[in-house]
């Protein structure tokens, strides 16, 4: 079947060191047939290619996610390997601790690699994979505030802080207040 097919070609790719290639077959496989071990395989790859924070989420995924009666027992075995793979993986993850200020700025956007960061994460250690990363912080009527973090795995939290600058306002004798 397709599944299988898409996962013995993740397979072949895997065993060759091809990890991001193996990513994308494991993660079509899934798509057409949800099997734990094909999640396992998966979360292999991530951890591979330094995606340390997407492979701890599948290992704790299969961990978590109940077995269908009649599995077979290599869904068993996929979810008890998960466990003892998602242990020794979570002390590798380092967190960052991101704080903006002025605190609570309205309409507050903050972003860590371009993806945006829940506002609610603003100040608390956050898991984030090893490596060089850029976060930005935005709101209406400041300046973008921009820093780079390194991260290496099992590093102690480290911070990042950012200042919004309040934007000058001027006085447009033809419109009022504007904002440089």
Not at 30 to 56: I, M, W
Not at 101 to 125: E, I, R, S
Request: proline share 8%; hydrophobic share 40%.
């Amino acid at each position: 079947n397709a599944a299988r097919d898409l996962y013995n070609e993740g397979w072949s790719l895997h065993q060759a060191g091809r990890y991001a290639d193996a990513v994308d077959r494991y993660q079509r496989s899934l798509a057409v047939f949800p099997a734990p071990t094909t999640a396992f395989r998966l979360a292999q790859c991530q951890e591979a290619t330094g995606k340390l924070v997407e492979a701890a989420e599948e290992f704790r995924a299969i961990v978590n996610a109940p077995l269908p009666q009649g599995s077979p027992p290599a869904f068993a075995t996929a979810k008890q390997d998960a466990a003892v793979e998602l242990a020794k993986l979570e002390p590798r993850i380092p967190k960052v601790k991101i704080s903006v200020q002025p605190a609570g700025a309205a309409g507050l956007v903050v972003q860590v690699d371009g993806v945006n960061m829940p506002t609610a994460l603003v100040g608390v250690a956050r898991p984030i994979d090893p490596g060089s990363h850029t976060v930005t912080a935005t709101a209406p009527g400041y300046a973008q505030a921009q820093a780079r973090v390194d991260v290496r795995e099992k590093q102690a939290t480290p911070a990042v802080a950012l200042t919004l600058q309040q934007k000058a306002t001027t006085y447009n004798p033809h419109g009022g207040k504007t904002t440089d």
